[in-house]
């Protein structure tokens, strides 16, 4: 020091110093230190269960190839329930305990982390490099939110960019002062771990000595609670990442804390390998069960709810019969709340009765909510030890691919459907988000997944209608018998509600066609055959149903023939078809009686009059002209080149040729431009003699085929006559089109 007071000029040194730039915070540690081998990171995490979370968690730490430790395995567990509420004091506990035989060792980096609901998105070399760079010895993620004690807030260090509060689902740090940390813990397993390790960062001293630091920016840990918005799935390069939009960071852990599960499981479909547009499904095939291998199949429940009057329900039922897979291993439990359904129940309990192992019926009589009978279909399995699988199909599903059931037990979830939509519509049977009020929401993938665009197996939140379930997994996790009823919850949410805080996923497939959903909308059920009416609500089906097989021949392979000139013949309708819509007019009775005198036509009077039945009489008349317009319509452009049909037509009715009421028909035009005639039942079976005579060209035909239809023209060319029956019963559908 100098006596006199005078400074001491600056050293050269230090002028130098001053000189050089100042390292970006947090970069200092880059350029001294060389980086740490990937072997020195040890990842520390608890379970004392294995849950459908910890196998996914392990599953992404496999594929980077993480050394993970399990700590507290087969423990009881006493942190307290967790769900929106203080514990997790175990966990603390159960490291303290864990880090100690590794608390000498200095370079040694250890990561402890959540696993029920986290997944990794980097590697380990990833990880130490972020790590370094943060040139802290220990590294918390961070919050926006804090909890448990919102009184803490002002306690905290200021930060001018990034979140602010300490979460404790993941640190990482050198062994000796995580140690350091840990070994003050002195509570109970059910205190809350969270607040022990805010007490310690928030003491200014402690925060110091032990050189701790939050992950402001998400750059290794990022929480999803309050920043779901953030957080974006990017896609480089083969894998998938989730990308923070405002920091642009892409961090290595991803934390559902709090309610944000379902967003968790999103970017578990897709991170770090799960889904990729290079790749497409990269878990697909991961534990699958090959049952070529099997010596016996597993045997398997059926639950089939019949809620509300369903269209098709006799196809659906024969369907189950002819699944591939072995009847002896099936049993069948069903829930009818249909009276008007009896009958077809009784005509399939009669088929299935002696293939089957054992059906059970529950019918309206027994007047059971529908929560009620799907709790006891499952509680069959359930109590079944020789119950493998538990299938639950409600009647509104369309199973056309016949494998489904082998297909989802192969696959080899606990809870699996398969995606089954409604044709030409988004509407499936699964949601891939929900609102936050627990109702449908439309996730980023959802139409991408229903159109085919990605595939593979898809962790959800909600699903229905159709869905494969465990007998283990019934007889284990879902051991209550109750899970189709909570709150006023309909029965199918309440199950994937309980599922989702049991901590069970549930997944849809779509790796396959299954089939489709019907519409039970408008069904009436006041008519005889009430199929008949449903080309607009189920117009899939309906055709099916309905249109000949061999219909589309008629444009592949020139299925058309010409008996008589400018006389088409070609197959439009089925059996079924002819069969119904015979019953359907039979059931109403009311025949004309083939008189002059009539009110159902402009004017009142028919001058070549027809025993018959018009389909408006049956409220028919708006699906035959959309049928005119979807299947006949295509032929007449065939075979009337240039003709396009408006399809419009005044004159639809079913003819009944008897020989006690009306054996034949007078030559005659008809008031169209062209005419189609469809022969309802078959020559030779049902009656002898008839046809059709085309008098200009001394044409007849006098063997229809059943399900055929001519097409002619109505007006001057083709003057025709009906050629008497002999004996038995006529029917032919006739429409007069573009009169």
């Known amino acids: 020091m100098a006596l006199n007071g005078s400074r001491r000029p600056p050293s050269l040194l230090f002028l130098l110093a001053l000189s050089l730039p100042l390292a970006p915070p947090g970069r200092a540690a880059d350029a001294a ?24 968690f392990m599953q992404t730490a496999k594929h980077f190839n993480y050394t993970v430790k399990v700590l507290g395995k087969g423990e009881e567990w006493k942190g307290g329930k967790l769900i929106n509420s203080i514990g997790g004091g175990q966990k603390v506990r159960l490291l303290k305990e864990g880090i100690e035989s590794y608390a000498d060792q200095e370079d040694l980096v250890v990561m402890f982390i959540e696993c029920y609901d986290v997944i990794f998105a980097g590697g380990p070399e990833e990880t130490l490099r972020k790590f370094q760079q943060a040139n802290h010895k220990v590294v918390f993620a961070a919050d926006g939110l804090i909890w448990p004690d919102k009184r803490l807030a002002d306690k905290y260090p200021v930060v001018r960019s990034g979140k602010r509060f300490l979460n404790s689902g993941g640190f990482i740090g050198y062994a000796p002062y995580i140690n350091q940390m840990v070994q003050q813990w002195n509570l109970q ?3 809350d771990d969270q607040l022990f390790y805010t007490k310690i960062y928030i003491d200014s001293l402690q925060r110091a000595r032990i050189n701790i630091t939050l992950d402001h920016k998400c750059r290794i840990f990022q929480t999803l609670n309050g920043a779901v918005d953030e957080v974006l799935l990017k896609f480089e390069e083969g894998r998938a990442r989730a990308r923070n939009s405002v920091y642009e960071t892409l961090p290595i852990t991803l934390h559902g804390n709090g309610p944000t599960k379902i967003q968790l499981s999103y970017f578990g479909n897709y991170i770090p390998n799960a889904w990729t547009r ?13 049952l070529s291998t099997v010596t016996e199949h597993p045997r398997v429940t059926i639950g089939v709810f019949i809620e509300q009057p369903t269209p098709f329900l006799p196809k659906f039922l024969d369907r189950l019969l002819s699944l591939d897979y072995p009847k002896e291993l099936l049993s069948i439990f069903i829930h009818n709340n249909e009276v008007y359904h009896e009958k077809h129940i009784k005509k399939f309990w009669e088929k299935a009765k002696k293939a089957i192992r054992s059906i059970k019926i529950v019918g309206p009589e027994e007047n059971l909510s529908q929560a009620e009978a799907r709790n006891m279909g499952m509680d069959l399995c359930r109590q079944n030890k020789a119950c493998d699988y538990y299938f639950s199909i409600d009647a509104d599903v369309v199973l056309t691919n016949l494998k489904t059931l082998r297909l989802l037990i192969e696959q080899n979830r606990k809870i699996i459907a398969p995606l089954v939509t409604r044709h030409g519509k988004l509407w499936s049977n699964f949601w891939g988000a929900l609102s936050p009020d627990g109702y449908y929401a439309r996730s980023e993938d959802y139409v991408d997944i229903v159109q085919g665009n990605r595939v593979g197996v898809w962790n959800i939140p909600y699903m229905a209608n159709i869905y494969l379930i465990k007998g283990q997994t019934l007889r284990s996790e879902m051991r209550e018998r109750n899970y189709f009823v909570r709150d006023k919850l309909d029965p199918d949410m309440a199950l994937c509600r309980n599922a989702r805080e049991m901590g069970v996923f549930m997944y849809i497939t779509n790796r396959h066609d299954f089939g489709r959903l019907i519409s039970t909308a408008n069904y009436n059920t006041s008519h005889y055959n009430n199929d008949l009416w449903q080309i607009f609500e189920n117009p899939v089906d309906w055709k099916e149903t309905y249109i000949n097989p061999n219909y589309s021949k008629i444009f592949t392979e020139n299925l058309v023939e010409q008996p008589c000139p400018d006389v088409y013949w070609f197959p439009i309708f089925s059996d079924t078809a ?5 019953e359907e007019m039979e059931h109403y009775g009311q025949w004309s009686g083939g008189k002059h005198r009539d009110s159902r036509i402009s004017g009142g009077y028919e001058n070549v009059p027809t025993d018959d039945i018009h389909m408006k009489q049956i409220g028919l008349d708006g699906e035959w002209l959309h049928f005119i317009r979807e299947f006949i319509a295509p032929v007449t452009l065939k075979v009337f080149a240039g003709y396009y049909t408006k399809g419009h037509a005044m004159l639809n009715f079913v003819v009944k040729y008897t020989t006690d009421r009306q054996r034949s028909l007078r030559p005659h035009h008809d008031s169209s431009t062209f005419t189609i005639n469809i022969a309802l039942n078959k020559v030779g079976e049902d009656f002898q003699g008839g046809g059709c005579k085309f008098i200009r060209y001394n044409c007849s035909i006098e063997s229809p085929r059943k399900g055929w239809s001519f097409m002619h023209p109505g007006r001057l060319t083709h003057l025709h006559e009906g050629l008497p029956i002999l004996n038995g019963t006529r029917y032919i559908a006739v429409s007069f089109i573009d009169p």
């Open 189 to 191: 397993d059910n205190d």
């Open 33 to 56: 230190l060389p980086p740490i081998p990937a072997d020195k990171l040890l990842v520390l995490t608890v379970a004392t269960k294995e849950t459908d979370g910890f196998h996914r």
């Open 578 to 582: 002819c069969d119904e819509l015979v």
């Open 278 to 290: 290079e790749t497409g499904c990269g878990v697909c095939d991961l534990d699958l069960l090959d």
